[in-house]
């Protein structure tokens, strides 16, 4: 018999592993934050990697473990034109991507028993990775307007200290809600008050609808704040890079981490975003990219408001990939799922995310317009 460590019976359920896989043919899915294929730059990564695999020697090697230096450089470069502040170089590593800066956060900063503030509901994936590191978790509010920064200031005066508060500022993963500035310098403000770290997700922050972006936490407190950011949503997922950026300090604690899991990120693939992003990749794919998910956005809340019964509301998101549905107070999202799965379409509970049974969770990232009405039509059958 294999005995199992004890942290396999910490890590939560088999949503994520669940919404990766996909949904059987037939079930329209606003499951996955997964990116639209359409925004994959496929000529342009084709020459690229071929070039590359021809004999480019840093990319096919081993790699230093904050990442190769010509890409560090351009990451640098990238955080000081799209975040208006250059980081250092002992500021900055190279992930394998958002998840991996989270499970490098808990390495390098959770024992057993430590107080990790979250927003309710927050990233499942984040969620399992502090619950996996035996953290003790403290859910702080939320509103339209994101993280109730009022109501973690109350905790931190009644003396909660957190070894850090995990936030999404932009297009929150499940609510798609975004903090607005205000809050943002009033976050910075109480938790260098409060000497607590800020650990900042950017999955979403490049794919706002009209291109205009807030300032990130990150450049607003870089003393107090670690950001995680992702090549995911804006190249592709497959490629699985990202970013730390944050106090040397911590930031050195996170690349020593990275010893321990996989000592650094591919380095064919770190290549492939520098050469895209210096030939001005970006600047020529991502217009289009936020015009499609708008234009996604506005077909699924046509549909909503179509077809959900009264008693249903939704977010309004700015950018990104995601809405998040309250249903009538007594209704049971894990319940439902089955008979939606019948109809044909599927969502995540919001359960999972440290939501109230009543909510769910839809991504319009991935489905045509067409589909996404279709999708809501039946999901409204369901729910009436
Ligand atoms: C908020 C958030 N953070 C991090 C990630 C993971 O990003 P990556 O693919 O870079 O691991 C996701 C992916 O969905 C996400 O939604």
Same mark, same amino acid.
């Given at each position: 018999?294999?005995?199992?460590?004890?942290?396999?019976? $910490?890590?939560?359920?088999?949503?994520?592993? &669940? #919404?990766? *896989?996909?949904?059987?043919? +037939?079930? @329209?899915?606003?499951?996955? /934050?997964?990116?639209?294929?359409?925004?994959?730059?496929?000529?342009?990564?084709?020459?690229?990697?071929?070039?590359?695999?021809?004999?480019?020697?840093?990319?096919?090697?081993?790699?230093?473990?904050?990442?190769?230096?010509?890409?560090?450089?351009?990451?640098?470069?990238?955080?000081?034109?799209?975040?208006?502040?250059?980081?250092?170089?002992?500021?900055?590593?190279?992930?394998?991507?958002?998840?991996?800066?989270?499970?490098?956060?808990?390495?390098? $900063?959770?024992?057993?028993?430590?107080?990790? &503030? #979250?927003? *309710?509901?927050?990233?499942? +994936?984040? @969620?399992?990775?502090?619950? /996996?590191?035996?953290?003790?978790?403290?859910?702080?509010?939320?509103?339209?307007?994101?993280?109730?920064?009022?109501?973690?200031?109350?905790?931190?005066?009644?003396?909660?200290?957190?070894?850090?508060?995990?936030?999404?500022?932009?297009?929150?993963?499940?609510?798609?809600?975004?903090?607005?500035?205000?809050?943002?310098?009033?976050?910075?403000?109480?938790?260098?008050?409060?000497?607590?770290?800020?650990?900042?997700?950017?999955?979403?922050?490049?794919?706002?609808?009209?291109?205009?972006?807030?300032?990130?936490?990150?450049?607003?407190?870089?003393?107090?704040?670690?950001?995680?950011?992702?090549?995911?949503?804006?190249?592709?997922?497959?490629?699985?890079?990202?970013?730390?950026?944050?106090?040397?300090?911590?930031?050195?604690?996170?690349?020593?981490?990275?010893?321990?899991?996989?000592?650094?990120?591919?380095?064919?693939?770190?290549?492939?975003?520098?050469?895209?992003?210096?030939?001005?990749?970006?600047?020529?794919?991502?217009?289009?990219?936020?015009?499609?998910?708008?234009?996604?956005?506005?077909?699924?809340?046509?549909?909503?408001?179509?077809?959900?019964?009264?008693?249903?509301?939704?977010?309004?998101?700015?950018?990104?990939?995601?809405?998040?549905?309250?249903?009538?107070?007594?209704?049971?999202?894990?319940?439902?799922?089955?008979?939606?799965?019948?109809?044909?379409?599927?969502?995540?509970?919001?359960?999972?995310?440290?939501?109230?049974?009543?909510?769910?969770?839809?991504?319009?990232?991935?489905?045509?317009?067409?589909?996404?009405?279709?999708?809501?039509?039946?999901?409204?059958?369901?729910?009436?």
């Amino acid at each position: 018999m294999v005995e199992f460590a004890r942290r396999t019976r $910490l890590r939560g359920g088999d949503e994520l592993t &669940a #919404i990766l *896989a996909g949904s059987p043919p +037939g079930v @329209l899915s606003m499951t996955g /934050g997964f990116p639209n294929p359409a925004t994959f730059p496929t000529d342009e990564l084709d020459a690229i990697a071929a070039r590359l695999v021809r004999g480019d020697l840093a990319a096919l090697q081993y790699t230093p473990v904050g990442g190769i230096p010509s890409v560090r450089e351009y990451v640098l470069d990238r955080q000081e034109l799209l975040q208006g502040r250059r980081p250092d170089p002992a500021e900055l590593i190279v992930t394998s991507g958002g998840m991996e800066c989270i499970a490098l956060m808990c390495h390098a $900063l959770l024992d057993p028993g430590d107080a990790v &503030a #979250i927003e *309710a509901p927050t990233y499942l +994936g984040a @969620l399992m990775a502090f619950q /996996g590191a035996e953290a003790d978790l403290v859910p702080i509010a939320m509103d339209d307007d994101g993280l109730r920064v009022d109501a973690l200031a109350e905790r931190l005066e009644a003396g909660l200290r957190p070894k850090f508060l995990y936030t999404i500022p932009e297009y929150q993963n499940p609510t798609g809600r975004t903090l607005p500035l205000d809050r943002r310098r009033a976050l910075v403000d109480v938790c260098r008050r409060h000497d607590v770290l800020i650990f900042e997700d950017v999955a979403y922050r490049e794919l706002p609808f009209d291109g205009r972006s807030l300032p990130s936490l990150w450049s607003l407190g870089p003393d107090v704040v670690v950001q995680a950011g992702t090549f995911s949503k804006t190249l592709f997922p497959g490629v699985r890079l990202g970013w730390a950026a944050g106090p040397s300090g911590v930031v050195a604690e996170l690349a020593a981490a990275k010893q321990n899991t996989d000592q650094c990120a591919g380095g064919l693939g770190q290549r492939l975003l520098e050469e895209y992003g210096r030939a001005g990749g970006f600047e020529r794919h991502l217009p289009a990219a936020r015009e499609l998910y708008a234009s996604h956005w506005a077909a699924l809340s046509a549909a909503l408001s179509r077809h959900m019964p009264d008693t249903v509301r939704w977010t309004e998101p700015t950018g990104g990939f995601l809405t998040w549905l309250t249903l009538r107070e007594r209704a049971d999202a894990i319940a439902l799922r089955p008979a939606a799965t019948e109809a044909g379409v599927a969502y995540v509970p919001g359960v999972p995310f440290g939501g109230t049974p009543n909510t769910l969770r839809l991504s319009f990232s991935h489905l045509g317009e067409s589909e996404l009405e279709t999708a809501v039509h039946r999901l409204a059958t369901v729910l009436a």
